[in-house]
Each structure stands twice: as structure tokens, then as C-alpha cells.
């Protein structure tokens, strides 16, 4: 199977399982709500009860905090912005019809943010520290996030892995797909430039200084699948084999879901 249809089969065999959680989760709490005073039924629904609501919450506070972050980030990122050099960017690639903001930073920044409309943000140290090259390769591999709604894929994923993350198969299958998010960008940005050399110029710099951020609903140049990128470097024309363990996973969550099913059951 093909990378992207696996990522695709992946991402659709969980939605369908967080999906049938949430229905099994509303279901008995709606049939069973004139029972809660039963002895019988009592600890049951109050589990669910808990359950269903420990859910809403982490998804109601994960998108907050998702929302404050990016909205301060894009602020930060205003306050510090050379609006000089980011017209230069904007002419230069006026055909993309996406934003670059370049600000005033001596770090590593090359990130896209933005859920509705992504940006790409790019620091002067990266400027100062790539060829022109490099940094075209970089701010391709942005393109690709952008045009992929890659931010908004993050943004949801994040809800995910924090409100469903008692479900086993959750960490698996997005660290898979965001592994293939970033190799997709990187394919993206190798035959735009019609060779890898520069993009990989650009990796090996970074590991040699050692930039890993982290951040969340946005993502960064070096957030992550370092080896796997570097694979495609090397060999281009080879697909990098990234394993998807899902077997024991998926065993663990269908039986969660199979106990769900028989512990609201009349």
C-alpha cells in the first residue's frame, strides 16, 4: 500500500473507533439517564457519565489552548517582524499567494502557523546562516504544509491524542501520519528543486546545532522524523519504510470498545 493511502487507512480505521466511542459513550448515558437512581445501574452510568465528561473537557481545553497559542505566537511574531524583508519575500514568491513573515531572531525559526490561513515564518538567523538554496528549500517545505492544511490536520490531531489518549491506538497512528506529514513536505520541496542536496544541507546543519523545537498547531522546519527524513535525503528515489505498529494497539482499544458495549447493555 502506498504511503499516503496508508496514512489515509490509518487515520480512517481510528476516526471510526474514536467515533463509535463517543456514540457508545452518548448512547448510554441518554438511554439510561431515567435509571440513575437504580441500584443496578447506578456505577455504570456514573462511569460513563465521567467518562463522557473527562472527554468534552480535554477537547474543550485542548482547543483553547491550541487557539491562545497560535493567536499569541502570531502576535509575537508582528512585534518582531521585519517588514522590510518580509516584502522582499512576499515579491519574490508573490505566486504562491501565502504570507512570509520574516522576523527578527538569531534562532532557527521556519515554521508554518495559521489554521484558516497558514503563514510561514522564517527568523533573520536563517537568513544569515543558509544559502539562498537552503532557504528556498526550506520555505518550499512550508509550502507543502500550507497548501496540505497540514496546521489544521495538527490542530485536530492535537484534539485527538488529548482528549482520546486512555484509546491505544491514538499515539500510533498520528506519530505515523505526522512522520509522513513532514517526509511529504520534504518530497515536495526535493522535486520542486529537482535534488536533494540542498535540503539535505539544511538538515545536517541543523543536526550539527541541534535545533529540535517543539510546539503545538504549529509546525516546525525540525519538529520531528529526523532519521526517516534524513533516509530520503540519502536515497531520493527509494520510499522510506516507516513501520505502523498497530496490532497490539488496536487489539487493546477494540477490547476497551467491546467492554464499553457490554457495560451499558440492558
Not at 509575537?76 to 504562491?96: I, P
Amino acid at each position: 500500500m502506498r504511503p499516503a493511502a496508508k496514512v489515509k487507512a490509518s487515520y480512517g480505521l481510528m476516526l471510526f473507533i474514536v467515533a463509535a466511542v463517543i456514540f457508545r459513550m452518548a448512547e448510554v448515558v441518554i438511554h439510561h439517564q431515567g435509571e440513575i437512581h437504580s441500584h443496578i445501574w447506578r456505577i455504570p452510568i456514573l462511569l460513563f457519565d465521567l467518562l463522557l465528561g473527562y472527554t468534552l473537557i480535554r477537547i474543550l481545553w485542548s482547543a483553547a489552548r491550541q487557539g491562545y497559542g497560535m493567536r499569541s505566537g502570531l502576535r509575537l511574531f508582528r512585534a518582531h517582524e521585519d517588514a522590510l524583508l518580509s516584502k522582499q519575500f512576499q515579491e519574490k514568491y508573490r505566486n504562491w499567494n501565502t504570507e512570509i513573515i520574516v522576523v527578527r531572531e538569531d534562532a532557527f525559526v521556519g515554521l508554518t502557523i495559521g489554521l484558516r490561513r497558514p503563514r510561514i515564518v522564517l527568523s533573520t538567523g536563517v537568513l544569515e546562516r543558509f544559502t539562498e538554496e537552503e532557504v528556498e528549500a526550506i520555505l518550499l517545505h512550508e509550502r507543502h504544509h500550507c497548501q496540505s492544511r497540514d496546521n489544521l490536520k495538527l490542530f485536530l490531531s492535537t484534539l485527538l491524542a488529548d482528549a482520546f489518549g486512555y484509546l491505544p491506538i491514538i499515539k500510533p497512528v498520528l506519530a505515523y501520519a505526522k512522520t509522513w506529514r513532514e517526509l511529504f513536505a520534504d518530497r515536495y520541496a526535493i522535486e520542486q528543486m529537482g535534488t536533494s542536496l540542498h535540503l539535505g544541507s539544511v538538515l545536517w546543519k541543523m543536526i550539527q546545532l541541534g535545533v529540535i523545537r517543539q510546539r503545538r498547531a504549529v509546525l516546525h522546519f525540525m519538529e520531528t522524523a529526523i532519521d526517516y527524513r534524513m533516509m530520503q535525503i540519502i536515497e531520493p528515489d527509494e520510499v522510506v519504510k516507516v513501520p505502523l505498529r498497530l496490532y497490539r494497539p488496536l487489539l487493546v482499544t477494540c477490547c476497551f470498545l467491546l467492554l464499553m458495549m457490554l457495560g451499558g447493555s440492558s
